[in-house]
């Protein structure tokens, strides 16, 4: 191992780094997590207002990424790609959530698609492709289906920032970056 | 019929729903990874319940947070209260919601907008 873990924590407190993680995404992972940040939050005495969005973008990125690893098998045979990593910071103005997993080539279009139409909505155009999607009949195993980057815009009250990497012929490296604040 | 009634977790939410009053209450958190499977036993109890209902049918829905594998959830609940209420039964839905907490209030408004039942929004203070 040739990591400073010095340099490494001087680089997570120069960006506002909260908390970091990389590896596999479970469940108890999951309520951990929220855990963590809820406390962190009450330390800091947030409004409730601004806790509650963070919780909920928080649930929705972490539950996509438990899910994403499920529900593509091709991903969670080779350990290599099975990793995901996510960070939480608190800058002046606002919280970042920021996600990053790798991901099939061919499903790339489809995702960019997606957040570019999100993103080309304003609050009221969200809130009624939100009820669209809601009442649209269509349901995945788990209960999900298409609602989750919506919601995450609709609480962000941002735009979403992302980022595709080529890793090869047949992966992608897809990071999101989530604003939430005023 | 029995009565149902389900302990909350840090997860999920309580669930109590008394047939013979009828009367439903959701409270607490919705965030479990797999909603489908937490509802399922509600969703069976509402089919058992729609067939001979209570004069009036209340539903109190107090939840704090939920994520959106919940929301296609209780839109389905909603849908059988929907029934409910077609079968006679005056159905009327309680939405709960903290002070300040806009988004909650919103959330109870986008139902209302799809679903064909009376819907009361009641403000609470903070806990």
């Given amino acids: 191992m040739t990591i400073k873990l010095l340099d490494f924590y001087n680089l997570m407190d120069q960006d506002d780094i909260i908390l970091s993680y990389k590896g596999d995404v479970s469940s108890d992972l999951v309520s951990s997590v929220l855990q963590i940040i809820e406390s962190k939050m009450d330390k800091l005495e947030e409004p409730s207002k601004i806790r509650k969005k963070v919780y909920n973008v928080l649930v929705e990125t972490l539950q996509n990424l438990y899910h994403h690893i499920a529900e593509n098998p091709g991903l969670s045979v080779k350990e290599e790609v099975s990793s995901v990593i996510f960070l939480i910071g608190k800058s002046e103005d606002y919280y970042i959530v920021s996600t990053g997993n790798f991901m099939e080539n061919e499903k790339v279009n489809q995702l960019k698609e997606r957040i570019n139409k999100i993103n080309d909505l304003d609050t009221l155009g969200l809130k009624e492709y939100y009820k669209k999607v809601l009442n649209n009949g269509i349901v995945s195993d788990k209960g999900g289906g298409g609602l989750g980057m919506i919601d995450i815009a609709r609480k962000s009250g941002h735009k979403l920032e992302y980022n595709f990497n080529k890793i090869d012929d047949q992966h992608t490296f897809f990071s999101l970056l989530v604003k939430i604040g005023e | ?127």
């Fill in chain 2, 1 to 127: 019929m029995e009565n149902l009634k389900i302990d909350g977790t840090p997860k999920t939410p309580t669930i109590e729903f008394n047939l013979e009053e009828g009367k439903l209450l959701i409270r607490g958190r919705s965030i479990p990874e797999n909603s489908i499977e937490f509802y399922k036993p509600l969703i069976d109890k509402l089919e058992e319940y729609l067939g001979t209902p209570q004069e009036t049918t209340l539903v109190k829905i107090q939840l704090e947070y939920f994520n959106t594998s919940s929301s296609k959830c209780i839109l389905d609940v909603f849908k059988k209260l929907e029934k409910i209420k077609s079968n006679g039964s005056e159905t009327l839905i309680h939405w709960y919601y903290e002070e300040d907490d806009e988004d909650m209030l919103e959330a109870g408004e986008d139902y209302q907008a799809i679903i064909n039942i009376p819907f009361k929004m009641i403000e609470m203070e903070e806990q």
